[in-house]
């Protein structure tokens, strides 16, 4: 492959994209206008903390990681299987018994969900099992409460565990998520681990900025793309390109142009579609609030390696044992913890608010023990923390080569909300660039 490709965006999409294309022989200059690669997945240190830019988590059994990264290099530390569903005075440990023999029993006595919802859990598991991969996001949509109320699962079930399980996953508790959404990472979690690297989950995107520079990908930061036209016509958004193939000119803000065979915008989404004129790029965001509480110095605190779900409240709406699960996450005699919080609402609260909140819930969850030393060491306000994803949405995404001219779509949103779906879509964006040169 022969020509010259500029990537602008180099999130986990673009440098994918980046990536792929150079490794078959294109000539790519990468654009991004942070001063560092990774888009929504960051990573940063405070206080000797290592926090990352709001909850995230790696799915291992995700195809597109196992194609695009090193999971042994990556050194995932690994969540425990399921999660304890807790309120006031009460823990209860939910598991896969198929993957966690020692909370096999703990589950079977979980009385949050009842005995049939259990079995059913298990049914659900073993039909999805057998879907194949381009069955998930065709076809009827509903969205996740609906669809466990047609499986049958019970009002308790949904209650205590999904909500806050997948409110984690969606951000949204109301569950009024796609069912696909629901259908892929259940399935996901069946078969494999969830977890973050044990340097913090900025690993993902320094692992594919190395491989994209070895590949020969020249990586500018700090460069903010201002316009993209086609050979011949004015900026995109009111172009009339021909998707011939006869190339494109890439404004950076700072006036300088570079002409280039194709254009791959990876961008985020708003700015993707003021890029490309696009109308059918998602543009709504859904907000996410992420607090990090470190315990006094010494204290030590141990859930099995499992995320505590708020079943009573919706704030927080999970507690998750950081560096329980990657002691990388805090220096030695710390103890660090992650809280989400869901909603609009969550943006505006005070970090006090939300400290407070935190402590409340696990004095009610751990009436033995005393949080009263639980201190804020950052909090993390992402108010487009995924693009909205309601039933139906996954039909009207637009799909890479929906921009006029040699410029394509890489980034999630032509997918799905997730990981999976930004490094799938800098495969495929790779692909449908290779088609101009």
Known sequence: MNGDVTVIGGGLAGLVAATRLAEAGADVTLYERRPDVGGRVRTETVD??????????????????????????????????????????????????????????????NDEVSFSDK??????????????????????????RE??????????????????????????????????????????????????????MEAIPEALAARAREAG???????????????????????????????ATVELADGSTRETDAVVVATTPPEARKLTGVDSIPTEGVPNVTGWYALPAGESFETGRRIL?????????????????????APDDRALLAATFLGDDSLDRPADALRDDVRDALEAWYPERDFGGLETVDVHRIRFAQFAQPLGVHADLPDPDDPEGPVVLAGDYTEWSSIQGALESGRKAADAAGGYL
């Open 309 to 329: 779900l708020n079943a009573a409240e919706e704030s927080p709406n999970a507690v998750i044992p950081m560096s329980e699960v990657a002691p990388e996450y």
């Open 119 to 144: 079995l059913r859990t298990l049914a659900l598991r073993y039909d999805l099992s057998k879907r194949d991969e381009d069955d998930f996001f065709a076809g009827p949509d509903d969205s996740i």
């Open 147 to 200: 669809y466990l109320y047609k499986w049958g699962f019970a009002d308790d079930y949904v209650e205590h565990f999904v909500e806050p399980f997948y409110g984690g996953i969606t951000l949204d508790r109301t569950l009024s998520t796609s069912k696909q959404v629901f259908e892929y990472t259940f399935r996901a979690m069946g078969r494999g681990a969830i977890g973050v690297p044990a340097e913090g």
């Open 217 to 247: 990908v020249t990586i500018e930061t700090g460069a903010d793309v201002e316009s993209v036209r086609t050979a011949g016509q004015s900026r995109i958004p009111f172009r009339t390109g021909t998707g011939d193939g006869a190339g």
């Open 48 to 109: 000797g903390f290592t926090l990352d830019r709001g909850f995230q988590v790696l799915f291992t059994s995700y195809p597109a990681v196992a194609s695009e990264l090193d999971a042994d290099a990556l050194d995932v530390r690994r969540f425990a299987p399921g999660a304890t569903i807790c309120r006031p005075g009460s823990r209860s440990t939910l598991s896969d018994p198929l993957r966690d023999l020692r909370g096999a029993i703990p589950s079977l006595l």
